[in-house]
Every structure is written in structure tokens, then in C-alpha cells.
């Protein structure tokens, strides 16, 4: 069964870098929180300098009902212009997969996957 989402977002102006939890699935109502506040942080910084850390240990896999809204919010992570995104997963090929074709079709090409 899937866990509830949750998120946090902090800015670490000392590394240069915004730091992002992501848990579980998200229903499309903390899509939007989650839009809302990535969106007023990342304004906060010049993001050309910074790195984009998000820790998605405790993420599920993609339902097929989800691949839309994470195309979108990498979409935005790009648009944003950080220097870099690093993405931490659990060991999983299948999330892996999907998130490494979502960053193909985004044209994503400063993003990193690091498996834990």
C-alpha cells in the first residue's frame, strides 16, 4: 500500500543548495501545496548557483496516474535553471527507469540519479 505524501523544503544558503523530502504519493492537492511552495523558494535564490538536492528515499514507483504530475514538476525543476539536480532513491530499477526516461523526455541533461 502506498504511504500518504508528505514534503519539506529548505534553502541551505551556506552549501548553495535548496534540499527537498519527498514521501510517498501525492495526492493532487499536495501537487499543488508541493508547486506552491517549491515555486516561492526557488525564487528566493539565484538558482544558476545552486544545486537542487531532492531526497526521494521514501518515494513509492509511479503509478501511471503520476508520471504526469512528476514530467510537470521536473519540468519546473528545469525551468527553475538550477546548476545541478541530484535525485536519492532507494535501490530500484523500476524507479530508476521511470524517473531516468522522465529526464530523457524533459531533455534534463544536469540531473543525476544516485541509488542508496
Request: net charge neutral; hydrophobic share 40%.
Amino acid at each position: 500500500m502506498a504511504k500518504a505524501g508528505s514534503f519539506s523544503i529548505k534553502v541551505n544558503h551556506g552549501a548553495k543548495s535548496m534540499d527537498m523530502v519527498i514521501v510517498g504519493t501525492f495526492t493532487p492537492e499536495q501537487v499543488q501545496e508541493f508547486v506552491q511552495d517549491y515555486t516561492t523558494k526557488a525564487k528566493s535564490v539565484k538558482a544558476e548557483e545552486f544545486v537542487l538536492n531532492v531526497d526521494s528515499t521514501d518515494m513509492d514507483v509511479l503509478t501511471q496516474e503520476m508520471i504526469p504530475s512528476m514530467e510537470n514538476s521536473i519540468r519546473l525543476y528545469q525551468s527553475s535553471g538550477f546548476n545541478k539536480l541530484n535525485i536519492k532513491i532507494k535501490k530500484s530499477a523500476i524507479l530508476k527507469m521511470q524517473l531516468n526516461r522522465i529526464l530523457k523526455n524533459a531533455n534534463f541533461t544536469n540531473a543525476e540519479i544516485v541509488e542508496i
